[in-house]
Structures are given as C-alpha cells and as structure tokens.
Nanobody, 124 residues
Framework: QVELVESGGGLVQAGGSLRLSCAAS????????MGWFRQAPGKQRELVAV???????NYADSGKGRFTISRDNAKNTVYLQMNSLKPEDTAVYYC??????????????????WGQGTQVTVSS
C-alpha cells in the first residue's frame, strides 16, 4: 500500500511560480514511477509529468518548458516546480503511483494510488 500526501498549492498571479511536493510512504519509493496529474472543473484528469525510478522524465505539452518534475529518494518525495503559470493551469493537482509501480503508463486508469490533491489557482 502506498500513501501520498501533496502540499504546496495556493493562489498565485499569472507569471508566478509554485512548487508542489508529494510525500510518499513505503520502503520502496525509489523503485516507483511517480506522476503528477491535474483536474480542472468540468474536465477530465490529465497527466502533467512523470518521472521514473531512474530519473527519466516526460511532460505533457501543456507544461513543457515551464514545469519540472524531480524526486528526492532520501526524503520519499516528488516535486513539481511550476513556472510562468497561466490561468489555464488552475486545477487540483494530484500525485500518483501506477498500479504496477515500476511501469510508466499514459492512461490515467493504470495509475492506482492517489493523493488527496492540492488546489492551484492562477489569477489573471
């Protein structure tokens, strides 16, 4: 079982930055692929960024060049640094682990462990 707790959300003006954190339980955190998703009102949950256990990363087009995912295995924590924020980035942001933790799925349904989410609001 994996427990995930996000933090770092808040209200920021367009062009600003936020860093989200996700603390994970489990002795094998370093072996997990970790992902950040977001869900805006009335929209489906979408993948934002992924980092593998080896540190390889992948980003949705919406965040490329602005968002950076990273991990600190000593702290069992994954981060999402978000720069140049836009009003359309407003959403609840979730971290997640795949149902098969070492894989790197693109489909949301193949991610089985979720945090409670943290709200990010970007004002124009």
């Amino acid at each position: 079982q994996v427990e995930l707790v996000e933090s770092g959300g808040g209200l920021v003006q367009a062009g600003g930055s936020l860093r989200l954190s996700c603390a994970a339980s489990g002795r094998t955190f370093s072996a997990y692929t970790m992902g950040w998703f977001r869900q805006a009102p009335g929209k489906q949950r979408e993948l934002v960024a992924v980092i593998t256990r080896g540190g390889s990363t992948n980003y949705a087009d919406s965040g490329k060049g602005r968002f950076t995912i990273s991990r600190d295995n000593a702290k069992n924590t994954v981060y999402l640094q978000m720069n140049s924020l836009k009003p359309e980035d407003t959403a609840v942001y979730y971290c997640a682990v795949p149902r098969v933790p070492m894989t790197m799925p693109t489909q949301t349904t193949k991610w089985g462990y979720w945090g409670q989410g943290t709200q990010v609001t970007v004002s124009s």
